[in-house]
């Protein structure tokens, strides 16, 4: 079992930057690969970006490559989401997901999720 603990959501303006962190527990952390989702209202959840267990590989959605930068520290057990250049349209609830490598696509099947940050961006 991993626990996903979500943090660094927020208020800010069009064109500012947020960074996401993803707390996990469980000593399998190193494990898993690992991904961002977001849900905003009235759409269905989709992906964003996943990173392999080892870092060595990631992926985005077309929507945010090239703001967005995700990354992990194993030793922090930590994922984080780095984004940069933010647009209204980026305004969801974030989720971090963690998994087996059916996170990355063109599977993007988790195993776990957390429960949700918000991320609103104003015009």
């Known amino acids: 079992q991993v626990q996903l603990v979500e943090s660094g959501g927020g208020l800010v303006q069009a064109g500012g930057s947020l960074r996401l962190s993803c707390a996990a527990s469980?000593?399998?952390?190193?494990?898993?690969?690992m991904g961002w989702f977001r849900q905003a209202p009235g759409k269905e959840r989709e992906f964003v970006a996943a990173?392999?267990?080892?870092?060595?590989?990631?992926y985005y959605v077309d929507s945010v490559k090239g703001r967005f930068t995700i990354s992990r520290d194993n030793a922090k057990n930590t994922v984080y989401l780095q984004m940069n250049s933010l647009k209204p349209e980026d305004t969801a609830v974030y989720y971090c997901a963690a998994g087996t490598s059916a996170v990355l696509p063109p599977i993007r099947r988790p195993d776990y999720w957390g429960q949700g940050t918000q991320v609103t961006v104003s015009s």
């Open positions: 469980g000593r399998t952390f190193v494990t898993y690969a």
């Open positions: 990173i392999t267990w080892s870092g060595s590989g990631t």
